[in-house]
């Protein structure tokens, strides 16, 4: 079956089943999407975009923050989720409201009732820019789903399986898309595929991701 035999209706929006507990909600954040951006440029004059380290001693490409009780940081040490952001010495800045209600109410129209996010981990792609296929596991709680809003210009979203080496799909993501995977689907890899130059008149030529994230269980 193809991707589009599965797209169907929901509550009249476009949502994609992508397999057991994953889907993608087209433009579900679009009508919000300018009062999101404003959010992330508040958020990141407290804790700036930053190219992290892998534990490998390479330099991410894509540049990153968070905001939230905790936020997602690699150093030499590892990956790890921290209250403090290492940038600045200071806990992370609060979850914007906007944030936390449309992440909510994602997760709920994929099936996800009450999902109460404490970490927002916000990726900045520049052009040329790609995220390899890894799982998201380093948070606590391992039920609760993720969701993840685009923002800016496309990209092309890979989907795999639950090993590594399973084959992948590419999903086209545009501005105002939500993915969201929990469930069985919890721990499939993914990644994004390196991005296309382009302009969008609310973040210039970057794409920004914000993925939901419940750290405590
Ligand atoms: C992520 O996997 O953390 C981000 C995915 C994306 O940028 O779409
Ligand atoms: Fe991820």
Redo the contacts with the bound molecule.
């Keep these: 079956m193809s991707l589009f035999d599965e797209t169907a209706l929901f509550h009249g929006q476009q949502r994609q089943q992508l397999c057991l507990g994953a889907f993608v909600l087209r433009g579900f954040a679009f009508a919000d999407a300018p009062a999101l951006c404003e959010a992330v440029n508040r958020v990141t004059v407290q804790a700036p975009f930053r190219y992290m380290v892998t534990p490998g001693g390479f330099c991410m490409s894509v540049a990153m923050t968070n905001c939230g009780n905790y936020g997602w940081v690699s150093d030499s040490a590892g990956y790890r989720y921290d209250s403090v952001d290492p940038h600045t010495g200071q806990p992370w800045p609060a979850m914007p409201g906007i944030f936390i209600d449309l992440a909510q109410n994602a997760a709920a129209a994929a099936g996800f009732e009450k999902f109460v996010p404490d970490v927002c981990l916000i990726n900045r792609y520049d052009p040329g820019t790609r995220l390899s296929m ?1 799982q ?1 596991k380093d948070e606590h709680d391992r039920e609760a789903p993720i969701v993840s809003i685009s923002l800016g210009i496309p990209a092309v979203f890979l989907w795999g399986g639950l090993q590594r080496q399973d084959k992948h799909i590419r999903i086209p993501l545009f501005h105002g898309d939500v993915v969201i995977w929990g469930g069985p689907a919890r721990f499939r890899y ?1 990644g994004v595929l390196p991005i296309k130059e382009e302009c969008h008149t609310l973040t210039g030529k970057h794409r920004i991701n914000l ?1 939901f994230r419940k750290v405590e269980k």
Excluded: E, F, I
């Design positions: 890894h998201d993914h993925t």
